[in-house]
């Protein structure tokens, strides 16, 4: 590979997703050439332990055999389908039995969508179909959390909460409304879980009355761990409260399995950890683990059954894709979805446990501020000062740090902005795996702390 010259095509070419684009053209970008298990290796022959599955992604590992035999056995037998027209096919049809067996309460539907960002998007566009189905079209207001991450879709983003996703972006849009997030560690009433969820469920109604009451609201979405804001576990019972809730006020309770899916936090679907049955779930990344674009919307008999009655025979529902229930795509869902029932979901949970272990003992690292975990989604926030949580200032440049050293010590996990280390690891990793990930990260963090200007910058 002549690593020179596809860095700079790349510069010159290829928009990279969510990016600095200065940054890119400055720096140029580390190729990935190869992957076998949990470890990848670039095209300068740079080996790297990946602790965050590619994006949160290839739950499974790199090259399983069954799952590349899987999609090319597809590949030579039907390359494509369209589900339009009365077609369909039989991996698709085969994924849909069998994950709608899996999913919680009524969810006995799904729609095939090409990935995260558009499995939010189409939920979108069901519940504006159903809320006229069922005669409340006025019911279009819905609200989020805020940290929440739901695609980069242009209403997805709206829907998430992230600043860079706002920025110039024109979004969130005049329907779309946010709640504090559950974040044990920084909410004005935690760290009591009690309190926590009190809050988030009087925030919830607080912002149904400023809407104008819940005739005007249609859903209330969330993550069960919220990811991408920073890997924040909301406390035990909180889902509940805002599922009972949401039942209440009339208001869809969707759950955001994107990234807690597919056995991340231990269980198929993070919805078992309180018997959570939402009204609709999306789903992606661990559905193929990363080995080829699909997501998925789950949908309640009653939000399916209303839209088919309500609407005309012989009248579309007018929402889908080329790509919809991708039949190559499907056939590697399938191959996934053997592993995750042939043991990888144990796995998981058992080395899962051994991270958590390991990051308690992070806890008394001088800059660490709190570390969380559940299953193999974890998240350690980093502090200059333990009493006063107070975050790294920007200027330190953690953040590049962190991602520097961590490549240098041949260890991949994502850096959330200046102060959360995020750990995703393959569910396949062995204990002693999750432990050169973990030592990794200590010396990692010790180097950080050695920079002199970060360590003026702690307080004891
Ligand atoms: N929802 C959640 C919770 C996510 O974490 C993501 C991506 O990280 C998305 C939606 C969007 O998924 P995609 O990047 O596949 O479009």
């Not at 609200?143 to 695609?151: E, F, V």
């Given at each position: 590979?002549?690593?020179?010259?596809?860095?700079?095509?790349?510069?010159?070419?290829?928009?990279?997703?969510?990016?600095?684009?200065?940054?890119?053209?400055?720096?140029?970008?580390?190729?990935?050439?190869?992957?076998?298990?949990?470890?990848?290796?670039?095209?300068?022959?740079?080996?790297?332990?990946?602790?965050?599955?590619?994006?949160?992604?290839?739950?499974?590992?790199?090259?399983?055999?069954?799952?590349?035999?899987?999609?090319?056995?597809?590949?030579?037998?039907?390359?494509?389908?369209?589900?339009?027209?009365?077609?369909?096919?039989?991996?698709?049809?085969?994924?849909?039995?069998?994950?709608?067996?899996?999913?919680?309460?009524?969810?006995?539907?799904?729609?095939?969508?090409?990935?995260?960002?558009?499995?939010?998007?189409?939920?979108?566009?069901?519940?504006?179909?159903?809320?006229?189905?069922?005669?409340?079209?006025?019911?279009?207001?819905?609200?989020?959390?805020?940290?929440?991450?739901?695609?980069?879709?242009?209403?997805?983003?709206?829907?998430?909460?992230?600043?860079?996703?706002?920025?110039?972006?024109?979004?969130?849009?005049?329907?779309?409304?946010?709640?504090?997030?559950?974040?044990?560690?920084?909410?004005?009433?935690?760290?009591?879980?009690?309190?926590?969820?009190?809050?988030?469920?009087?925030?919830?109604?607080?912002?149904?009355?400023?809407?104008?009451?819940?005739?005007?609201v249609a859903a209330f979405y969330c993550e069960l761990v919220q990811g991408s804001g920073g890997v924040i576990i909301p406390p035990k019972g909180w889902a509940t409260a805002m599922q009972a809730a949401c039942r209440e006020l009339d208001i869809l309770f969707v759950v955001d399995e994107v990234i807690t899916g597919f056995g991340r936090t231990g269980p198929l679907f993070a919805c078992a950890h309180e018997n959570i049955e939402p009204d609709m779930m999306t789903v992606a990344k661990g559905l193929t683990a990363g080995y080829a674009p699909m997501g998925g919307v789950f949908m309640s008999d009653t939000i399916y059954e209303t839209i088919r009655d309500k609407t005309p025979s012989g009248v579309s529902v007018g929402h889908g894709q080329t790509y919809s229930a991708h039949p190559v795509s499907a056939a590697i869902g399938l191959a996934v979805l053997d592993l995750y029932e042939g043991g990888l979901l144990e796995n998981g949970t058992r080395v899962g446990e051994h991270l958590a272990l390991r990051l308690r003992g992070l806890d008394n690292h001088p800059l660490v501020g709190t570390t969380r975990s559940v299953g193999m989604l974890a998240g350690i926030e980093l502090v200059t000062d333990k009493a006063n949580k107070t975050k790294p200032d920007a200027q330190l440049g953690v953040s590049r740090k962190l991602s520097r050293y961590g490549y240098e010590q041949g260890i991949l996990f994502r850096a959330f902005g200046d102060d959360v280390i995020g750990l995703a690891p393959p569910l396949c990793s062995t204990i002693a795996e999750m432990d050169q990930l973990c030592d990794g990260i200590v010396s990692v963090l010790d180097r950080v702390m050695e920079d002199p200007a970060v360590a003026s910058a702690l307080k004891a």
């Open positions: 590979m002549d690593t020179p010259r596809l860095v700079s095509l790349d510069r010159e070419h290829l928009i990279h997703p969510v990016s600095s684009w200065q940054g890119h053209e400055a720096s140029g970008a580390t190729i990935l050439e190869t992957g076998k298990g949990v470890w990848l290796t670039d095209s300068k022959g740079h080996h790297l332990l990946d602790g965050f599955s590619g994006l949160w992604c290839v739950n499974t590992g790199y090259g399983c055999e069954s799952v590349i035999e899987a999609g090319r056995r597809q590949l030579e037998k039907l390359p494509y389908a369209t589900g339009y027209f009365g077609f369909s096919n039989e991996p698709a049809i085969e994924l849909a039995a069998r994950l709608t067996q899996h999913a919680p309460g009524h969810l006995n539907h799904i729609y095939f969508a090409l990935g995260g960002s558009d499995a939010v998007d189409s939920t979108l566009r069901f519940i504006r179909y159903y809320q006229h189905a069922r005669g409340t079209p006025e019911k279009r207001h819905v609200i989020g959390l805020q940290k929440g991450y739901h695609g980069s879709s242009f209403v997805g983003a709206g829907l998430t909460a992230l600043p860079a996703f706002h920025r110039d972006a024109d979004v969130p849009l005049p329907w779309q409304h946010h709640i504090p997030s559950p974040d044990p560690y920084r909410h004005p009433a935690g760290p009591d879980a009690e309190a926590i969820i009190q809050a988030s469920v009087q925030a919830l109604h607080n912002e149904i009355v400023k809407i104008g009451g819940p005739q005007h």
